[in-house]
């Protein structure tokens, strides 16, 4: 077959080419054509499918995240904002933190254990691009019905996956979340989060400047795995019986990573490196345009010097590859004997395969014929821009007015009891312990908080104590209800999880998940939830630095509820001041902090007791989650807590539950005046927690609710080896941990 150059696309202009099966619409296809002045050569055609896919240009979502940027709140922790390989916060005594939270649901779905250790690898060199070194990671999960079969596929591959690339890297997992339910049955959400720490003057950026300066492409070999991967994987609905285009999952090698990330903070250290890229998404596609684009120049690439692990790929499939752990670096001349020597070093493959020009256009060569030359912006920054068609779906209205507060409630103390125990016992409220069992939680030994705490929690400097804390929260079922409230409460949920912990929330980082944006019902869910989203980090003062959207999480007609998930990041001064949700002294007094309605709308009291989704979901008032938040982190800098808790799904019971079987330590609760039982364990009314107070800390903790406003109820106190609800019931703490901690184990162990 003649290799199709740009000399030979200029001439043989009516040639047909596979636009359409490359995932290219009629009219993109013409745009490039457009573009070039001419028919794209076959290499080019490759570039702009991956480049233009909905993975990687945000095509249906750029007109909405605009927002993000639009209603952005002043904020002087910023240091690097939405448009880099992650944003990057200054978290005091010259640290910065970088985080970033991004998608790996289609492959892990085809490839359960590949897709998701593959998405923990991406993630962290994203992290290492940014100059900073990863710390910890997070992963925020959605599976189908705990009970299906297709669950016990795909979960245990997951968690199989995340556990064995993280725990090979050294890695903490510190924290995310594991819901289930059957709107995910063929569309898991396989969500991963990773925290990285450098000094401000160590910030990397991807771009390509410097004239003569050599594109160095170093880490493991290029393969067949991924080819039109996650970006074309990522970019189409699946059918009713999977995935139409089954391109390879990428195929990771943690060791392979680990050696990648000390080669590259050496490179760092040694100043090595103008500009850098890792290679995920696209591959080669993304990382030469990306840096081109955003650099002062052009770039010309010998695309036969890629080092190959198959000797038959064309250069279209080396251009698409997603193979894993590589990295694309921009190294001035007179270094790269350095840079090389390191590589070495480090055993890590290393090839200068081309070079920053003074032109402007990316232009790739294959045995010395030119396949590629095209604007390299037009191929990274100004794919398609789609203003989608969105409305509110027809059945909205229906949906919210079946409201959840028709549905029959326990009548007697026994019934109540058993409820109670039924909520504890489900899939969604029970201890995840099974799964977080096998992550290594406390390698590096910096972790001072880790799953089923409020927030994950690394100490980054061990001589003052500063560190960080990180919490990811979602609820599919409250944006399914409202989007708009449901994106602000994943926000609320996330910002009170931190600053349950003692830490102040600074910025967030979110993975928006949702149907097919060709849906007019599916695109308003995410218009309302993304501007819900910015609204909500405007009033909290939390910029959002980056992140991920997921579309074409459908199957069929059937799309998931709408799911964006929120990673709120904050810093703690000393982590030793930290607060656990252990109940653990006994005599402490429980007090509610907060206001209690009866709010029940998506509650998991009404999805596990009546299998119902209707209503509206609990109200969110922004203005109390902040002073909620100043008083959390006040108590717990001076001591007057010893633990908190937030309360979200499955109200104030299972926040009770959860502290006493953490501490050991069981607690007697009294019905406050004014509300029932029924809606005092059970409502899921926001901008509240529950904290324990030793009793020399009272006067001084309820003063300062007081003072600003905080209504703060005493409920009871920290007492014996079980759970008393005064004149109702007594639920035993060994019973509990039984209902509470034997539900995955009897599903998936």
Same mark, same amino acid.
């Given at each position: 077959m003649t290799l199709d150059t740009v000399k030979h696309a200029t001439e043989t202009p009516d040639v047909e080419q596979p636009w359409a099966e490359l995932g290219l619409k009629q009219d993109e296809y013409e745009r490039i054509r457009a573009i070039l002045g001419r028919r794209p050569t076959g290499a080019e055609l490759a570039m702009y499918s991956v480049m233009w896919s909905e993975h990687c240009s945000y095509k249906s979502s750029k007109v909405h995240l605009r927002q993000f940027g639009e209603k952005a709140p002043d904020n002087d922790a910023l240091l690097v904002g939405i448009g880099e390989n992650a944003g990057v916060v200054d978290v005091g005594q010259g640290y910065a933190v970088t985080f970033k939270v991004e998608s790996h649901n289609h492959p892990s779905y085809i490839e359960p254990y590949q897709g998701a250790a593959t998405g923990v690898g991406g993630i962290v060199r994203d992290i290492l691009a940014m100059g900073a070194r990863p710390v910890?990671?997070?992963?925020?999960?959605?599976?189908?019905?705990?009970?299906? %079969?297709?669950?016990?596929?795909?979960? %245990?591959?997951? @968690?199989?996956?995340?556990?064995?690339?993280?725990?090979?890297?050294?890695?903490?997992n510190i924290g995310g979340e594991v819901v289930f339910d059957p709107c995910y049955q063929g569309n %898991? #959400?396989?969500?991963?989060?990773?925290?990285?720490?450098?000094?401000?003057?160590?910030?990397? #950026?991807?771009?390509?400047?410097?004239?003569?300066?050599? @594109?160095?492409?170093? =880490?493991?070999r290029t393969g067949g795995d991924g080819i039109g991967g996650v970006s074309v994987l990522a970019s189409e609905t699946f059918d009713s019986?999977?995935? *139409?285009?089954?391109?390879?999952?990428? @195929?990771?090698?943690?060791? +392979?990573?680990?050696?990648?990330?000390?080669?590259?903070?050496?490179?760092?250290?040694?100043?090595?490196?103008?500009?850098?890229?890792?290679?995920?998404?696209a591959g080669l596609s993304c990382a030469t345009s990306e840096l081109a684009s955003a650099g002062s120049g052009g770039m010309r690439v010998e695309l036969d010097t890629v080092p190959l692990r198959d000797a038959t790929l064309s250069p279209e499939e080396i251009l698409m590859s997603e193979s894993q752990e590589r990295m694309c670096a921009i190294v001035e001349p007179g270094k790269i004997d350095r840079f090389l020597e390191i590589c070495e070093k480090w055993d890590v493959i290393a090839t200068v395969i081309g070079e920053v020009t003074d032109g402007e256009r990316l232009e790739i060569f294959w045995h010395g014929e030119q396949i590629v030359d095209v604007p390299p912006r037009t191929v990274a920054h100004e794919g398609p821009v789609y203003e989608?068609?969105?409305?509110?779906?027809?059945? +909205?209205? !229906?949906?919210?007015?079946?409201? *959840?507060?028709?549905?029959?409630?326990?009548?007697?103390?026994?019934?109540?009891?058993?409820?109670?125990?039924?909520?504890?016992?489900?899939?969604?409220?029970?201890?995840?312990?099974?799964?977080?069992? +096998?992550?290594?939680?406390? @390698?590096?030994?910096?972790?001072? #908080?880790? +799953? %089923?705490?409020?927030?994950?929690?690394?100490?980054?400097?061990?001589?003052?104590g500063l560190?960080?804390?990180?919490?990811?929260?979602?609820? =599919?079922r409250y944006a399914k209800l409202d989007p708009y409230a449901g994106a602000q409460l994943a926000l609320a949920e996330s910002y009170r999880n931190v600053a349950a912990t003692g830490a102040r929330p600074l910025a967030i980082s979110n993975c928006l998940n949702f149907g097919s944006p060709e849906d007019p019902g599916v695109m308003w869910q995410f218009a309302e939830a993304t501007r819900g989203l910015a609204d909500g980090c405007l009033e909290l003062g939390t910029p959002v630095t980056g992140g991920n959207v997921s579309l074409y999480n459908q199957t069929g007609e059937t799309a998931i509820h709408p799911t964006p998930v929120v990673a709120v990041l904050g810093v703690i001064d000393d982590v030793a001041r930290r607060t656990p949700m252990a109940f653990a002294e006994e005599g402490q007094l429980l007090y509610l902090l907060g206001d209690t309605k009866d709010e029940l709308g998506g509650s998991a009291w009404s999805q596990v007791i009546h299998d119902h989704l209707g209503g509206l979901p609990p109200a969110v008032d922004l !203005?109390?989650?902040?002073?909620?938040?100043?008083?959390?982190?006040?108590? &717990?800098?001076?001591?007057?807590?010893?633990a908190a808790h937030d309360l979200s799904d499955g109200g104030l019971v299972q926040a009770v539950v959860e502290s006493c079987l953490r501490g050991g330590k069981g607690a007697r609760l009294v019905v406050p005046d004014g509300l029932d039982a029924f809606t005092?364990?059970? &409502?899921?009314?926001?901008?509240?927690?529950?904290?324990?107070?030793?009793?020399?800390?009272?006067?001084?903790?309820?003063?300062?609710?007081?003072?600003?406003?905080?209504?703060?109820?005493?409920?009871?106190?920290?007492?014996?080896? &079980?759970?008393?609800?005064?004149?109702h019931f007594e639920l035993p703490l060994a019973e509990l941990r039984e209902a509470h901690e034997g539900t995955l184990p009897g599903l998936f162990g």
């Amino acid at each position: 077959m003649t290799l199709d150059t740009v000399k030979h696309a200029t001439e043989t202009p009516d040639v047909e080419q596979p636009w359409a099966e490359l995932g290219l619409k009629q009219d993109e296809y013409e745009r490039i054509r457009a573009i070039l002045g001419r028919r794209p050569t076959g290499a080019e055609l490759a570039m702009y499918s991956v480049m233009w896919s909905e993975h990687c240009s945000y095509k249906s979502s750029k007109v909405h995240l605009r927002q993000f940027g639009e209603k952005a709140p002043d904020n002087d922790a910023l240091l690097v904002g939405i448009g880099e390989n992650a944003g990057v916060v200054d978290v005091g005594q010259g640290y910065a933190v970088t985080f970033k939270v991004e998608s790996h649901n289609h492959p892990s779905y085809i490839e359960p254990y590949q897709g998701a250790a593959t998405g923990v690898g991406g993630i962290v060199r994203d992290i290492l691009a940014m100059g900073a070194r990863p710390v910890a990671v997070m992963d925020p999960l959605r599976f189908g019905a705990a009970d299906h %079969p297709d669950t016990k596929r795909v979960l %245990p591959g997951v @968690v199989a996956g995340i556990g064995g690339y993280g725990n090979c890297l050294g890695l903490p997992n510190i924290g995310g979340e594991v819901v289930f339910d059957p709107c995910y049955q063929g569309n %898991p #959400l396989v969500n991963a989060l990773c925290v990285g720490v450098m000094k401000h003057e160590d910030i990397h #950026l991807a771009k390509a400047s410097g004239t003569g300066n050599k @594109v160095v492409l170093y =880490g493991a070999r290029t393969g067949g795995d991924g080819i039109g991967g996650v970006s074309v994987l990522a970019s189409e609905t699946f059918d009713s019986t999977g995935p *139409a285009k089954r391109p390879a999952v990428q @195929v990771g090698d943690p060791f +392979q990573e680990k050696l990648l990330i000390e080669c590259t903070l050496e490179l760092f250290r040694e100043d090595l490196v103008e500009g850098i890229q890792d290679l995920g998404g696209a591959g080669l596609s993304c990382a030469t345009s990306e840096l081109a684009s955003a650099g002062s120049g052009g770039m010309r690439v010998e695309l036969d010097t890629v080092p190959l692990r198959d000797a038959t790929l064309s250069p279209e499939e080396i251009l698409m590859s997603e193979s894993q752990e590589r990295m694309c670096a921009i190294v001035e001349p007179g270094k790269i004997d350095r840079f090389l020597e390191i590589c070495e070093k480090w055993d890590v493959i290393a090839t200068v395969i081309g070079e920053v020009t003074d032109g402007e256009r990316l232009e790739i060569f294959w045995h010395g014929e030119q396949i590629v030359d095209v604007p390299p912006r037009t191929v990274a920054h100004e794919g398609p821009v789609y203003e989608r068609p969105y409305a509110r779906p027809e059945w +909205q209205d !229906a949906l919210q007015a079946d409201d *959840a507060a028709k549905l029959p409630r326990p009548e007697t103390a026994e019934e109540l009891r058993e409820q109670v125990l039924k909520v504890v016992a489900s899939p969604n409220q029970a201890s995840k312990s099974w799964i977080t069992g +096998q992550y290594d939680r406390f @390698v590096q030994g910096n972790t001072v #908080l880790a +799953q %089923p705490e409020d927030s994950g929690m690394v100490r980054i400097d061990e001589e003052t104590g500063l560190g960080v804390a990180v919490a990811t929260d979602g609820n =599919g079922r409250y944006a399914k209800l409202d989007p708009y409230a449901g994106a602000q409460l994943a926000l609320a949920e996330s910002y009170r999880n931190v600053a349950a912990t003692g830490a102040r929330p600074l910025a967030i980082s979110n993975c928006l998940n949702f149907g097919s944006p060709e849906d007019p019902g599916v695109m308003w869910q995410f218009a309302e939830a993304t501007r819900g989203l910015a609204d909500g980090c405007l009033e909290l003062g939390t910029p959002v630095t980056g992140g991920n959207v997921s579309l074409y999480n459908q199957t069929g007609e059937t799309a998931i509820h709408p799911t964006p998930v929120v990673a709120v990041l904050g810093v703690i001064d000393d982590v030793a001041r930290r607060t656990p949700m252990a109940f653990a002294e006994e005599g402490q007094l429980l007090y509610l902090l907060g206001d209690t309605k009866d709010e029940l709308g998506g509650s998991a009291w009404s999805q596990v007791i009546h299998d119902h989704l209707g209503g509206l979901p609990p109200a969110v008032d922004l !203005a109390r989650e902040k002073l909620l938040a100043e008083i959390l982190i006040s108590a &717990s800098r001076d001591g007057m807590v010893d633990a908190a808790h937030d309360l979200s799904d499955g109200g104030l019971v299972q926040a009770v539950v959860e502290s006493c079987l953490r501490g050991g330590k069981g607690a007697r609760l009294v019905v406050p005046d004014g509300l029932d039982a029924f809606t005092f364990l059970f &409502s899921e009314s926001a901008g509240r927690a529950v904290v324990s107070v030793p009793r020399s800390e009272e006067l001084r903790f309820t003063d300062m609710c007081g003072a600003r406003g905080l209504p703060a109820t005493r409920i009871g106190v920290v007492d014996g080896d &079980s759970i008393e609800v005064q004149g109702h019931f007594e639920l035993p703490l060994a019973e509990l941990r039984e209902a509470h901690e034997g539900t995955l184990p009897g599903l998936f162990g």
